[in-house]
């Protein structure tokens, strides 16, 4: 028996995605690198060297943009949630709640409890709010910015403790259909 065949292969995780900015925001990306660029050559009377301010500014822009949307959320093989760098053990997850888009402003100010893990990107409409069960903890809850809550908690093992039966879910936010989710895992074919 060789090495590679006695090692278990990697588990697919049940959830995942990158919080990546909207495609458009490359567009304004582009036209902030050429105003800005402009602006160089303008300033520097336009000398043959200050057209290098259009490749430095974009790859300032690009790498903005890029680091701002390459967080992950995720639900590995075990279960446990990964938002960012944090990890949530599934054993100590009570409950989960989907978070419209309507409702995500007063999640995330009257009602939002100081000592909460939150991981919210704005571009993103909708989230997920996991409630913990650890009294070592004193963190009461997460709520975290995702494109699918429903998924997410599909992938949890659990169902919406805050839908109304009838009520559809929030999962899709409008004009969104191109949300750059990097894959699901199997989970999301079983559902349909």
């Known amino acids: 028996m060789t090495q590679a065949a006695s090692t278990p292969a990697p588990q697919q995780d049940r959830y995942s995605e990158r919080l990546i900015v909207p495609w458009w925001w ?6 902030i690198t050429a105003i800005f660029g402009y602006e160089v050559q303008l ?18 822009i690009g790498w903005g943009l890029y680091s701002m ?5 995720r639900v590995d093989a ?23 888009a309507a409702q ?26 996991v409630v913990l069960d650890d009294p070592d903890d004193p963190t009461p809850y ?7 809550p429903d998924r997410v908690l599909a992938a949890l093992g659990m169902g ?14 409008s004009g969104d259909e191109e949300s750059g989710d990097e894959g699901h895992g199997k989970d999301d074919a079983a559902q349909g």
């Open 26 to 31: 490359w567009l304004a990306g582009l036209a």
């Open 43 to 60: 300033a520097a009377y336009r000398e043959p060297w200050s057209v290098v301010a259009y490749p430095v500014i974009a790859a300032l």
């Open 69 to 73: 949307g390459r967080t992950p959320v």
């Open 78 to 100: 075990n279960g446990s949630l990964h938002a960012g760098k944090a990890m949530l053990p599934s054993e100590v997850i009570a409950r989960g709640a989907t978070v419209s």
């Open 104 to 129: 995500r402003s007063a999640a995330m100010g009257r009602q939002l409890d100081p000592a909460a893990f939150v991981l919210h990107r704005t571009w993103v409409k909708t989230m997920v709010l």
């Open 142 to 148: 997460w709520l975290i910015s995702t494109r699918h």
């Open 160 to 173: 919406d403790a805050g839908r109304v039966p009838g009520q559809e879910p929030a999962d899709r936010e």
